[in-house]
Nanobody, 121 residues
């Protein structure tokens, strides 16, 4: 069992930066891939970024490539999302998720409660 708690969201102007954190508890954190997702009102949940168990491999959604960076510190049981050059369309609730790899993706069995990111223009 893994529990995830996001933090670091807030209100920021377009072009600004935020760093989200996801603190994990449980015994299996270091064996799981960790992903970030977001959901805006009236829209489906969108993939943002994922990082593998070792932190050596990352992948990003097209809308955030070149602007966002995912990282993890297994010793601290924490995953981060550095968000730069924020745009109003980045406004959403951001969720972190954890799960084992299944084929070419991950089965995200565990989810945090979400943290709100609002970008004003």
């Amino acid at each position: 069992q893994v529990q995830l708690v996001e933090s670091g969201g807030g209100l920021v102007q377009a072009g600004g930066s935020l760093r989200l954190s996801c603190a994990a508890s449980g015994r299996a954190f270091s064996s799981y891939g960790m992903g970030w997702f977001r959901q805006a009102p009236g829209k489906e949940r969108e993939f943002v970024a994922v990082i593998n168990w070792s932190g050596g491999s990352t992948y990003y959604g097209d809308s955030v490539k070149g602007r966002f960076t995912i990282s993890r510190d297994n010793a601290k049981n924490t995953v981060y999302l550095q968000m730069n050059s924020l745009k109003p369309e980045d406004t959403a609730v951001y969720y972190c998720a954890a799960g084992p790899r299944r084929g070419g993706s991950y089965k995200y069995d565990y989810w945090g409660q979400g943290t709100q990111v609002t970008v004003s223009s």
